[in-house]
């Protein structure tokens, strides 16, 4: 994993699981100059099935555990997330679910480093 002596910088890569099934992957630098600082932790209900919800959060990563179907959409980037999948949302990112049923998860949204 390239980065910086020290554990200053590294590079996060996820694998793009798209719903067309075809892998590509991306990368994101997060800062670790510092330990993460919490902003919220907890658990969310959303839902029912055709809710969609659209936000992004300028200054935090968001790290979801999902116990449910539904479609992600990052930055125009397409996920299917499923029960047991975790996702991690670099800052300022546009986040798109459409929810297909009640839809509950687990959720840190912290700040990491600096930069």
């Excluded at 099935?49 to 959409?73: I, K, N």
Aim: proline share 7%; aromatic share 6%; hydrophobic share 35%.
């Amino acid at each position: 994993m390239p980065g910086r002596r020290g554990g200053r910088l590294v590079v996060l890569e996820r694998l793009t699981d798209a719903l067309t099934g075809e892998a590509t992957m991306h990368t994101t630098l997060a800062h670790l100059d510092e330990p993460p600082t919490l902003a919220a932790v907890g658990i969310s209900v959303h839902g029912p099935a055709g809710h969609m919800d659209v936000f992004s959060l300028p200054d935090l990563w968001q790290l979801h555990l999902y116990d449910y179907e539904a479609d992600l959409t990052v930055d125009g980037t397409e996920y299917g997330i499923r029960p047991g999948r975790v996702s991690l949302v670099p800052p300022g990112a546009e986040v798109r679910y459409r929810y297909r049923g009640r839809s509950s998860h687990l959720y840190v949204h912290l700040h990491l480093g600096s930069g």
